[in-house]
T-cell receptor, first 111, second 116 residues
C-alpha cells in the first residue's frame, strides 16, 4: 500500500465549477499536509499547507484535513481555465523533511 | 520570496557524455536540497537528499556513482548525470528548504534532459 494515494484522474470540469481533489494516507503519524500545483513542464508550486484537522481557506482554495479517516481534500471554487494543472498532495515522511507525494490529479477546466 | 532556479532548463546530449544541472536558492539559504525525477504523467520520485557540506543520501535504487550530487554552499547544489544513456532522459527537479521552514520545500522549474 502506498503511503499516499491520489486519484490520478484526469478530471475535466466546466469553468465556474467547484472542484474537489482528494488524497488518502495510511500513516496516522503524518501531521502536515501540502497541496502543490504543477503546470505542464514546470516545477511544483506550493498552494496550501495545513497541520490540523479542519478547513483552511485561501482565496478560492480550501484545504480540508480529516485525520480520523486519514483523508485530505482540496476544493477549488469558481474554477478558471488557468487552474488547469496537475495537483499533488504531499506529506513529510520523517524528520528528514522528505516529502511523500501522491500520484497527482490532472485537472482541466474548460472555458 | 523563496525562489529556486535551475539551469539549464533543457539539455540535449549524446549518449556517454556527462551533464551537470545546477539548482540555486535565490533569496534564502537552503540547508537541505532535494533532487527528484519525474517521468511523463507520473509523480515526483525522490532521488536524493543533500545537506550543505555533507554527502548526499540516496534513495534505494538510485546509483550514487551515476547521479553525483554536490551541495557545497547554502545556495547551490549540482546534480551531474555521468555517462548518460537514453534511459536517463527525464525531467529533473530540485527543491530546497531552509532551517526555519521545517517541512516546506520550494521547487525549481525543472530541467528537461534528453539523451540521444
Amino acid at each position: 500500500q502506498k503511503e499516499v494515494e491520489q486519484d490520478p484522474g484526469p478530471l475535466s470540469v466546466p469553468e465556474g465549477a467547484i472542484v474537489s481533489l482528494n488524497c488518502t494516507y495510511s500513516n496516522s503519524a503524518f501531521q502536515y499536509f501540502m497541496w502543490y500545483r504543477q503546470y505542464s513542464r514546470k516545477g511544483p508550486e506550493l498552494l496550501m499547507y495545513t497541520y490540523s484537522s479542519g478547513n483552511k481557506e485561501d482565496g478560492r482554495f480550501t484545504a480540508q484535513v480529516d485525520k480520523s479517516s486519514k483523508y485530505i481534500s482540496l476544493f477549488i471554487r469558481d474554477s478558471q481555465p488557468s487552474d488547469s494543472a496537475t495537483y499533488l498532495c504531499a506529506t513529510p515522511r520523517s524528520s528528514a523533511r522528505q516529502l511523500t507525494f501522491g500520484s497527482g490529479t490532472q485537472l482541466t477546466v474548460l472555458p | 520570496g523563496a525562489v529556486v532556479s535551475q539551469h539549464p532548463s533543457r539539455v540535449i546530449c549524446k549518449s556517454g557524455t556527462s551533464v551537470k544541472i545546477e539548482c540555486r536558492s535565490l533569496d534564502f539559504q537552503a540547508t537541505t536540497m532535494f533532487w527528484y525525477r519525474q517521468f511523463p504523467k507520473q509523480s515526483l520520485m525522490l532521488m536524493a537528499t543533500s545537506n550543505e557540506g555533507s554527502k548526499a543520501t540516496y534513495e534505494q535504487g538510485v546509483e550514487k556513482d551515476k547521479f553525483l550530487i554536490n551541495h557545497a554552499s547554502l545556495t547551490l547544489s549540482t546534480l551531474t548525470v555521468t555517462s548518460a544513456h537514453p534511459e536517463d532522459s527525464s525531467f529533473y527537479i530540485c527543491s530546497a528548504s531552509s532551517a526555519g521552514s521545517t517541512d516546506t520545500q520550494y521547487f525549481g522549474p525543472g530541467t528537461r534532459l534528453t539523451v540521444l
